[in-house]
């Protein structure tokens, strides 16, 4: 069994930062449950392109409120507590965070802890043995 709280998270190495967000990562690729789970924060007033080509992504909003762009689909969404998007396509993407948005994700396949976006604005995929 793994029992963690999202304190003993903070400023370690299961918290990874971008300009634009938090990640502080719950489980990983070596906790070995087959996926990751990363309590994130998207900060007020930023705008965050993302593209993940390596990884499936749910996400559920659970405070805060902003605007999904879907790029490969021209749509748009309003994102607010309570509302969940997977990203079942790869879909290349921008969210705008009108307010600091707290949002639960789960990644398939797992991350391994550091990854952040790269050029192609994507997690590259790690095996855990760099």
Request: charged share 30%; aromatic share 6%; hydrophobic share 35%.
């Amino acid at each position: 069994m793994i029992v963690r709280s999202l304190t003993e998270l903070i400023d370690t190495d299961r918290e990874t930062k971008g300009e634009t967000w938090s990640s502080r990562r719950l489980l990983l690729k070596k906790d070995g449950m087959g996926f990751s789970l990363h309590d994130t924060l998207i900060h007020a007033g930023t705008t965050t392109e993302m593209h993940y080509k390596n990884h499936l992504e749910s996400v559920y909003c659970i405070e805060g409120k902003g605007i999904l762009k879907d790029l490969t689909n021209d749509k748009e969404y309003e994102i607010k507590a309570d509302t969940m998007y997977a990203l079942s396509g790869n879909e290349h993407h921008i969210l705008i965070a009108e307010e600091t948005m707290r949002m639960i994700c789960v990644f398939n396949p797992p991350v391994v802890g550091p990854e952040k976006h790269g050029a192609d604005l994507a997690y590259p995929l790690l095996t855990g043995e760099e």
